[in-house]
């Protein structure tokens, strides 16, 4: 396939892909390309709005991204929802809470690993007995 060849075929892969609701199959088979080359002509789609950590732009990698409202930033790795889509400043998105331990299960935890660090300590001693 020549350059403008290709050119042309990003364009309207990427036309398909961001403006209509078809399968990606769909396209794919429109455009007569395999769906990895499909993907591989596809660009990113612009957020609108700045990266609040660095200013770069941000998009949306993929139609999931978009509808999700989940951009990034492709200098920094930053990630947020974008509340306004239309030039309104992102949202930081919370990370997840870290997972939470009963207290019987940091006893139980505590507990076999005081009783490994004892059976290792006789296994020590009784090797040292041996000799």
């Known amino acids: 396939m020549d350059a403008s060849a290709r050119s042309g075929t990003a364009r309207r892969a990427n036309e398909l892909y961001w403006e209509s609701d078809e399968s990606v199959n ?23 709005v700045d990266c609040p950590r660095c200013a ?24 947020g929802t974008v509340s ?6 992102p949202e930081e998105r919370a ?8 207290a019987a299960l ?10 490994g660090a004892a059976a290792g300590i006789a296994l020590v001693a009784g090797m040292r007995r041996g000799r």
């Open 95 to 102: 990370a997840p809470p870290a997972p939470r331990t009963s």
């Open 84 to 89: 306004a889509p239309d030039g309104g400043r």
């Open 56 to 79: 770069a732009p941000t998009h949306f990698a993929n139609r999931t991204a978009r509808q999700r409202a989940l951009a990034s930033c492709p200098t920094c790795d930053w990630q």
């Open 106 to 115: 940091n006893r139980v935890l505590i507990g076999s690993a005081l009783l």
């Open 26 to 48: 769909r396209i794919a088979d429109a455009l007569d390309l395999s769906k990895s080359a499909l993907y591989g002509l596809v660009d990113p789609y612009p957020a609108g």
